[in-house]
């Protein structure tokens, strides 16, 4: 991926996008059946009907991550030796090593990538979009695939309903290219840590990783535990600010954008943000009821669905926003 810096500025344009799910899916009622709960008490507090999971016996991230790279290989026109960098982004990856990015490029046959993955929880492929239009825009990359892939379910403890109703499995993928034109690509975007306010989202495995307050937590090592009204105080305020924050650094208004394509965490926290911000229904995406939470993998199915549907309409701009475990948060605006 040793590439010239061009001779002018460079602008960035998504060639094409990709998503995969998989085919089993777990409902409120089968939840019904294993816990203490019910599909009016999922359903009212956080907007999920249903999530995907895979068949961890012979599956895992690299498997949906592998199928929305394809099928963003397809849609985008191009060969996969085109590509110059494959970044995955993922919490919940088989092997750290070698890395997802490693094994699906060897799979598909990238053979001229650079590739590597990047953790930063549901903020993850916010954070690797953002690092990839910018290699690309000052000549340091051409071609970029970029997925956010997550098995959620393998790090999910069943027997707890706190946790295990949110998630669910998917990925999906945008590949990206330079282009001629300066003003295509990303006009802002910001990136963003708390570690401090870490363990409100984590997955210890040692007993050392646990702080004493967590200490009683039913949860077992290796699977995900969360502060629920923790997060969810922080992801209304963040959610919140950030696209706040994007708005004024662009000069762009509500009704300015076509989408604002939002993690999909809680549609009570998706909804709260959008009132604060008087944003048009129509205009944020909202697939949580079918898919529930997938992490890194749910900006890009939410960006797949709707560039495949026409909602990202070329001459007008579109943003993205993400925040997760880290804690971390991340907006990305684009003009097309």
Same mark, same amino acid.
């Given at each position: 991926?040793?590439? *010239? ?39 009212? !507090? ?10 961890? &016996? ?9 199928? +929305?790279?394809? !099928? ?13 960098? @494959? ?7 088989? %092997?750290?090593?070698?890395? @997802? ?24 492929? #916010? ?12 000549? &340091? =990359?051409?071609?970029?695939? #970029? ?9 999910? /403890?069943?027997?707890? &309903? ?37 363990? =409100? ?29 923790? @997060? ?10 950030? %696209?706040?924050? +994007? ?20 549609? &009570? ?10 944003? /048009? *229904? ?25 560039? !495949? ?28």
């Amino acid at each position: 991926m040793n590439q *010239p810096l061009p001779a002018g500025v460079c602008g960035v344009r998504i060639l094409g996008t990709g998503s995969m799910v998989p085919e089993r899916r777990l409902t409120n009622d089968d939840f019904s059946r294993m816990l203490d709960t019910s599909d009016e008490w999922i359903t009212q !507090r956080t907007g999920i009907k249903e999530r995907r999971v895979l068949d961890l &016996r012979t599956q895992g991230c690299s498997t949906l991550a592998q199928g +929305a790279l394809e !099928r963003a290989i397809e849609n985008a026109g191009i060969k996969a030796e085109d590509l110059d960098l @494959v970044i995955v982004a993922t919490v919940t990856m088989e %092997m750290t090593c070698p890395s @997802v990015a490693c094994r699906i490029a060897g799979a598909v046959g990238a053979k001229n990538a650079a590739a590597f993955d990047l953790v930063a929880a549901c903020s993850g492929f #916010v954070y690797a979009l953002n690092m990839a239009e910018t290699m690309v825009r000052v000549g &340091r =990359a051409r071609t970029v695939a #970029v997925i956010g892939s997550e098995a959620m379910s393998s790090i999910l /403890d069943y027997t707890d &309903r706190t946790v295990s109703i949110l998630f669910g499995d998917a990925a999906g993928c945008a590949i990206i290219q330079a282009d001629a034109d300066p003003t295509k690509g990303c006009i802002y975007q910001h990136m963003g840590a708390d570690g401090i306010g870490g363990h =409100a989202l984590y997955i210890p495995k040692r007993e050392t990783d646990v702080p004493a307050d967590d200490a009683d937590n039913p949860i077992r090592l290796g699977y995900l535990r969360m502060n629920g009204k923790e @997060v969810f105080r922080f992801a209304v305020t963040k959610f919140k600010e950030v %696209m706040e924050d +994007a708005f004024a650094k662009t000069g762009l208004t509500p009704n300015d954008v076509s989408q604002v394509i939002c993690h999909q965490s809680n549609v &009570r926290i998706i909804d709260a943000a959008r009132e604060k911000l008087g944003i /048009d *229904p129509a205009k944020i995406y909202v697939n949580i009821d079918r898919y529930g939470n997938s992490s890194a993998g749910s900006v890009p199915l939410c960006l797949d669905e709707l560039w !495949r549907a026409g909602k990202i309409t070329k001459g007008k701009p579109f943003m993205m926003v993400a925040f997760g475990g880290g804690l971390t948060w991340a907006s990305s605006v684009w003009s097309t």
